[in-house]
């Protein structure tokens, strides 16, 4: 079954935009790297977020695992959220990242012929490595960007935000998670608001398919973000979390499912600029993309347009 994507978000919204829902949306919003620079470097690396600096992206989003010796890494792993971490798609070996020491993390290969990365530079592989959570947030100091973890594996709510505190990053990162339940323990262990009644610590629900009550869900968690699939992003859900007092983020899927889903849209490629356009017009405040470099290019040309009009 075909569809455009721009008309899929007035699907299951109770009162549609009945507008023009192609028309375009001029605000920028904040460009993070999904699992760092995916189509660049290999992803979840050092080298990966590094690009995302290269590329001028306001920051990258992260996975993290609390491995058996208590080290935090950053790795996806398949297995998808209900068993995630498992090795064979990415390393080419049965097991979990959850059951490796740091030392035996840090040694696992990744497996250039492995359906999780594809046709990606076997050089490039030959080289990463699974870094520590520390190493990456270091790096984001370093470069002065914003770090989207997400709570990947169990157990990660605690030392997560202990290491975030000793880093003194808290304004730096934001914490969230499909399983509310890590999110809503982060709340728990720091609820500190600022003066104007925003959270110190920053914390977004996932939603893959949002149910008609999502905002009261993420409120039920004390979330300060709702992050919607760019798929499920449509203008009504913008305004909706943006009228509850909270921020809100689109992400994108990894590479090999936003491949299959570009193929069921007619208006829009995978991941080009039409398509971003598209999830731009809902009015997202942060997006999460596998190419930042053309969304990048995508705002940047329409900011020298807007220039070029003001001038005239």
């Given at each position: 079954?075909?569809?455009?994507?721009?008309?899929?978000?007035?699907?299951?919204?109770?009162?549609?935009?009945?507008?023009?829902?192609?028309?375009?949306?001029?605000?920028?919003?904040?460009?993070?790297?999904?699992?760092?620079?995916?189509?660049?470097?290999?992803?979840?690396?050092?080298?990966?977020?590094?690009?995302?600096?290269?590329?001028?992206?306001?920051?990258?989003?992260?996975?993290?695992?609390?491995?058996?010796?208590?080290?935090?890494?950053?790795?996806?792993?398949?297995?998808?959220?209900?068993?995630?971490?498992?090795?064979?798609?990415?390393?080419?070996?049965?097991?979990?990242?959850?059951?490796?020491?740091?030392?035996?993390?840090?040694?696992?290969?990744?497996?250039p012929?492995?359906?999780?990365?594809?046709?990606f530079?076997?050089?490039?592989?030959?080289?990463?490595?699974?870094?520590?959570?520390?190493?990456?947030?270091?790096?984001?100091?370093?470069?002065?960007?914003?770090?989207?973890?997400?709570?990947?594996?169990?157990?990660t709510?605690?030392?997560?935000?202990?290491?975030?505190?000793?880093?003194?990053?808290?304004?730096?990162?934001?914490?969230?998670?499909?399983?509310?339940?890590?999110?809503?323990?982060?709340?728990?262990?720091?609820?500190?608001?600022?003066?104007?009644?925003?959270?110190?610590?920053?914390?977004?629900?996932?939603?893959?398919?949002?149910?008609?009550?999502?905002?009261?869900?993420?409120?039920?968690?004390?979330?300060?973000?709702?992050?919607?699939?760019?798929?499920t992003?449509?203008?009504?859900?913008?305004?909706?979390?943006?009228?509850?007092?909270?921020?809100?983020?689109a992400?994108?899927?990894?590479?090999?499912?936003?491949?299959?889903?570009a193929?069921?849209?007619?208006?829009?490629?995978?991941?080009?600029?039409?398509?971003?356009?598209?999830?731009?017009?809902?009015?997202?405040?942060?997006?999460?993309?596998?190419?930042p470099?053309?969304?990048?290019?995508?705002?940047?040309?329409?900011?020298?347009?807007?220039?070029?009009?003001?001038?005239?």
């Amino acid at each position: 079954m075909y569809m455009c994507l721009a008309f899929a978000f007035v699907q299951n919204v109770e009162h549609p935009h009945t507008g023009d829902p192609t028309e375009q949306a001029d605000h920028r919003p904040l460009i993070l790297g999904h699992r760092g620079a995916i189509y660049k470097e290999p992803e979840n690396t050092v080298q990966g977020f590094q690009k995302t600096k290269d590329l001028g992206c306001d920051g990258f989003e992260l996975d993290v695992f609390l491995l058996k010796c208590g080290t935090l890494v950053v790795f996806h792993g398949g297995g998808g959220d209900k068993d995630p971490g498992c090795l064979k798609d990415y390393c080419g070996i049965e097991g979990n990242i959850m059951d490796c020491t740091a030392e035996e993390a840090r040694a696992l290969p990744f497996n250039p012929d492995g359906k999780a990365f594809g046709k990606f530079p076997a050089d490039k592989l030959e080289h990463a490595v699974i870094p520590t959570l520390e190493e990456v947030l270091l790096l984001a100091k370093e470069t002065k960007q914003l770090v989207k973890i997400e709570l990947k594996g169990a157990g990660t709510s605690d030392p997560v935000v202990e290491l975030v505190e000793r880093l003194d990053m808290v304004d730096q990162c934001y914490f969230s998670s499909f399983y509310h339940d890590r999110i809503e323990r982060i709340r728990d262990l720091r609820p500190q608001t600022h003066a104007d009644g925003s959270h110190v610590f920053r914390t977004g629900a996932l939603f893959r398919e949002p149910p008609q009550n999502f905002v009261e869900v993420a409120k039920e968690v004390k979330a300060s973000e709702i992050h919607l699939r760019y798929d499920t992003c449509s203008k009504e859900r913008v305004e909706a979390i943006h009228e509850a007092g909270m921020n809100s983020l689109a992400w994108f899927r990894g590479p090999g499912v936003m491949a299959a889903d570009a193929k069921k849209f007619v208006d829009v490629g995978n991941e080009d600029k039409t398509m971003y356009q598209t999830v731009l017009n809902s009015g997202v405040g942060a997006m999460v993309v596998n190419r930042p470099d053309v969304l990048l290019n995508l705002v940047e040309e329409k900011e020298a347009d807007s220039s070029d009009e003001e001038t005239m």
